[in-house]
């Protein structure tokens, strides 16, 4: 791989040296995501391979190009699995897109957010260095906050080489609930049992119904049924694929509009917008597709505690993420200046003043 890692580094300097801009691209499965940026692509697919995999440490690490799909594949053989859930988007997605968009399937809620997940990472900035953070299991935390800076950084602070991540056993036994009832009864259903010992480990209201799903032992299982009640559905392991994956008939696009993720408390009540809406994670992260001005969307939320992001099908003339204040954008300017002077990496995908 030294041969690669030796054209990343030219393909780097030279863009640095002209100033011009570099658009990292793996498996191009989420290259909608974000404000548009330009530039010439610097394909990561050619850096491939699981480096280290060790079950029991609950640890692997891999090059960025490596697809999504063989490390999965590669922790069943072992009943060990990456706890939350990222999205794939397409068969051709890869560890560093992964990790770059910093997505988090419906397992988020019980289990943690991506970031939480990253262990270390190495990755070459905008001098065409190599840095490396963090370390591959968990008692080794030297630079560990730097790691999880490139969580959600859509590849702004530089290109990811080798990625080590936390993994975790399948559930035993898994079964999901369904119960019928309004979004008012659903949000408060939802608050009620996450202060309760119940193996929740996945939620989603839309339409009139709730649907929880259940991870663990036999009988655990069994006692939670027993005490939430509702109909039981089974494994219904397709139905939350959907959702993660965002093939859940809700997510078919709607003419003219984008698709709005909203990040609230679980505690927040009903939104007072007229939308089609799909809550999930407690009631804190909710989809909705609305006619509403974006401006009212996110004073509205912003005003429950919340911020908006207009996820997929964004109107590029609107901020795709929720502004930053002075104060957040400065940290966020001196970030990237420091991993990247030259401002060549992803140049104003998260904030187009940036």
Same mark, same amino acid.
């Given at each position: 791989?030294?041969?690669?890692?030796?054209?990343?580094?030219?393909?780097?300097?030279?863009?640095?040296?002209?100033?011009?801009?570099? #658009?990292?691209?793996?498996?191009?499965?989420?290259?909608?995501?974000?404000?548009?940026?330009?530039?010439?692509?610097?394909?990561?697919?050619?850096?491939?391979?699981?480096?280290?995999?060790?079950?029991?440490?609950?640890?692997?690490? !891999?090059?960025?190009?490596?697809?999504?799909?063989?490390?999965?594949?590669?922790?069943?053989?072992?009943? +060990?699995?990456?706890? &939350?859930?990222?999205?794939?988007?397409?068969?051709?997605?890869?560890?560093?897109?992964?990790?770059?968009?910093?997505?988090?399937?419906?397992?988020?809620?019980? @289990?943690?957010?991506?970031?939480? &997940?990253?262990?270390?990472?190495?990755?070459?900035?905008?001098?065409?260095?190599?840095?490396?953070?963090?370390?591959?299991?968990?008692?080794?935390?030297?630079?560990?906050?730097?790691?999880?800076?490139? !969580?959600?950084?859509?590849?702004?602070?530089?290109?990811?080489?080798?990625?080590?991540?936390?993994?975790?056993?399948?559930?035993?036994?898994?079964?999901?609930?369904? &119960?019928?009832?309004?979004?008012?009864?659903?949000?408060?259903?939802?608050?009620?049992? !996450?202060?309760?010992?119940?193996?929740?480990?996945?939620?989603?209201?839309?339409?009139?119904?709730?649907?929880?799903?259940?991870?663990?032992?036999?009988?655990?299982?069994?006692?939670? #049924?027993?005490?939430?009640?509702?109909?039981?559905?089974?494994?219904?392991?397709?139905?939350?694929?959907?959702?993660?994956? +965002?093939?859940?008939?809700?997510?078919?696009?709607?003419?003219?509009?984008?698709?709005?993720?909203?990040?609230?408390?679980?505690?927040?009540?009903?939104?007072?917008?007229?939308?089609?809406?799909?809550?999930?994670?407690?009631?804190?992260? #909710?989809?909705?597709?609305?006619?509403?001005?974006? @401006?009212?969307?996110?004073?509205?939320? +912003?005003?429950?505690?919340?911020?908006?992001?207009?996820?997929?099908?964004?109107?590029?003339?609107?901020?795709?993420?929720?502004?930053?204040?002075?104060?957040?954008?400065?940290?966020?300017?001196?970030?990237?200046?420091? &991993?990247?002077?030259?401002?060549?990496?992803?140049?104003?995908?998260?904030?187009?003043?940036?």
């Amino acid at each position: 791989m030294e041969t690669v890692l030796q054209e990343f580094r030219e393909q780097i300097l030279t863009a640095s040296a002209a100033g011009t801009a570099i #658009r990292i691209q793996g498996g191009a499965t989420k290259s909608w995501y974000g404000q548009l940026c330009e530039g010439e692509i610097l394909h990561t697919c050619g850096y491939t391979g699981v480096i280290a995999y060790e079950p029991t440490e609950l640890y692997i690490t !891999a090059r960025a190009g490596t697809s999504l799909k063989e490390i999965d594949s590669l922790l069943a053989e072992y009943g +060990q699995m990456l706890a &939350f859930e990222p999205p794939h988007f397409g068969v051709a997605a890869t560890v560093g897109g992964m990790v770059a968009a910093g997505l988090s399937g419906p397992r988020r809620a019980t @289990s943690g957010a991506l970031r939480d &997940f990253v262990l270390g990472v190495s990755s070459m900035n905008g001098r065409g260095e190599f840095l490396q953070f963090g370390g591959q299991v968990m008692k080794n935390v030297a630079g560990y906050d730097v790691s999880r800076l490139m !969580a959600g950084s859509l590849g702004e602070l530089g290109l990811l080489l080798d990625i080590s991540l936390k993994v975790m056993p399948r559930p035993m036994h898994e079964t999901s609930l369904a &119960f019928a009832m309004s979004e008012v009864d659903a949000l408060h259903a939802l608050n009620l049992w !996450a202060g309760q010992a119940l193996p929740i480990s996945a939620s989603a209201y839309h339409a009139g119904r709730l649907t929880v799903r259940l991870s663990g032992s036999e009988s655990a299982l069994r006692l939670a #049924r027993a005490k939430l009640g509702g109909q039981e559905l089974g494994d219904l392991q397709a139905f939350w694929t959907s959702l993660r994956e +965002q093939e859940h008939h809700f997510f078919t696009p709607e003419e003219g509009l984008a698709l709005l993720r909203l990040s609230l408390p679980p505690s927040a009540p009903e939104l007072k917008i007229r939308s089609k809406n799909l809550v999930e994670w407690g009631g804190a992260q #909710r989809w909705i597709w609305t006619h509403e001005p974006l @401006s009212i969307v996110r004073e509205t939320v +912003q005003k429950m505690g919340g911020h908006v992001t207009q996820f997929r099908y964004a109107d590029q003339i609107q901020p795709v993420f929720t502004p930053l204040n002075p104060v957040q954008l400065k940290i966020h300017q001196e970030l990237k200046r420091a &991993f990247d002077p030259a401002g060549i990496f992803n140049r104003g995908c998260l904030f187009a003043s940036a």
